[in-house]
């Protein structure tokens, strides 16, 4: 993960894999993007394992690129792990689609995250949260990424409709789906666990849609199965595609802002002063967090005619990679890049992305996100580690595996 400043120097752009899920475990990407902003802004990475694809890492050319969906389109895949291949989900899963399909979808499932809608869940919501954090408030050793996956589930949990029992389970799988090379999630090999993992969430789905009497029509199932854009119902395959993109969209994301954003606490007590003395800096504390840990590292699109970035011209039909986790530290953009500061303003980052896809689920996030640092500020306790982090071993989601952690009074 990104949490380190980086020196002068680098890597030479020219040996660099960026696709190398290695580098974002083991390595500093930030060093290797800092590099990249400054001598190759605009790159393309020679076919090798992967087909060769063009990457951008500066503030104005990734903002370019994810908002600007006239030009570059996500129905050939979002991700790098669909380079090459294409991704089934394409033009049938929101965050995959193009307008116009993309704005029916989007319409369809706007009335979940109604202001309305979430304050119907929020009392689930702050229980289930102070349930997940107990183990910080009895003063027992815990591991904070176990802890924090959990919050994700349980901020999420009452609005996509999945029951309790099943949470950890769904949220290992959708890990198991992100980061397939991972120890902490691999079932043998690369292959054997991205398959397990897919088919396993379909199939949870595919059996809850089977049981109408189970469904709310105010929960995510519910509302795609009612939904009738342009007069038809979605195929049993476009709802199982969108619930996956949801769950997947939400449940790697959250944890690791949490994570990240309780370890900046400790590190800067006379922020964390600031915060419990005055909550209203809990917004903006979040944004920053979300800057800080940049848990989706990038988003790809393919651009849809020859296209001019920053001087370079990329052709029609390539795939262009663009490194939020880059852009969020771009030096020109963010005074002092390197340093957290829960006060920052304005604080311009695109760790949620720009444009039509700007993440469905942001307000979603910094409402659930919001409860979970009240709680642990209100608590008066700070975390500490005890052992070794682990960091996730992706290209795709920045995060911890590993947080062993206790958590003791703010003396
Ligand atoms: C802090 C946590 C989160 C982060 C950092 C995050 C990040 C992102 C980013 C960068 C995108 C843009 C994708 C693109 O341009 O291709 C996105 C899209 C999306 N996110 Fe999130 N997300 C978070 C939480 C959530 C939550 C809680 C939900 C659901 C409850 C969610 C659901 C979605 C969906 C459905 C999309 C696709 C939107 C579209 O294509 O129109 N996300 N997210």
Known sequence: MRLTPVGPGGPDPGSVDLTDSELYRSGDPQGLW?????????????????PGFWSVFGHADVQRVLRDHRDF?????????ALGSGDPAGGRMLAASDPPHHTVLREVLAP???????????????????RVLQPLFDGRP????????????????????????????????????????????RVRDRRTTLMTAHF????????LLESPADISPHHMLGLLR??????????????????????????????????????ALAEHP???????????GIASFI???????????????HARRDVEVSGTVIRAGEPVVAWIGSANRDETVFADSFAFDAARSPNRHLGFGMGRHYCLGASVARAGLTVFFEEVLRAGVDVTLTGEIGHLRSNTIAGFTSLPAVAVPVG
């Open 34 to 50: 800092r590099v990249m902003r400054a001598r190759a802004p605009v790159w393309w990475q020679e076919p090798g394992e992967t």
């Open 73 to 81: 389109s996500s129905e050939g895949g979002n991700m790098l792990s």
């Open 112 to 130: 979940m995250f109604s202001p309305a809608a979430q304050s119907g869940h929020a009392a689930e919501v702050r229980d289930a949260v102070r």
């Open 142 to 185: 815990f591991d904070l990424a176990e802890v924090t996956a959990e919050v994700a589930m349980a901020i999420v949990g009452p609005m996509i409709g999945v029951p309790d029992a099943d949470r950890a389970r769904l949220s290992r799988l959708t890990n198991m789906a992100i980061a397939p090379e991972d120890e902490a999630f």
């Open 200 to 207: 396993e969430i379909f199939q949870y789905f595919a059996d």
């Open 226 to 263: 009612n939904a009738r854009p342009e007069g038809e119902p979605l195929s049993s395959d476009d709802i199982i595609y969108n619930c996956y993109g949801l769950l997947l969209g939400s449940g790697v994301t959250t944890p690791h802002v949490a994570s990240a954003g309780l370890l």
């Open 270 to 280: 006379e922020q964390r002063a600031a915060l419990a003395a005055d909550e209203t």
């Open 287 to 301: 944004d920053e967090a979300v800057r800080w840990s940049s848990p989706s590292v990038h988003f790809m699109r």
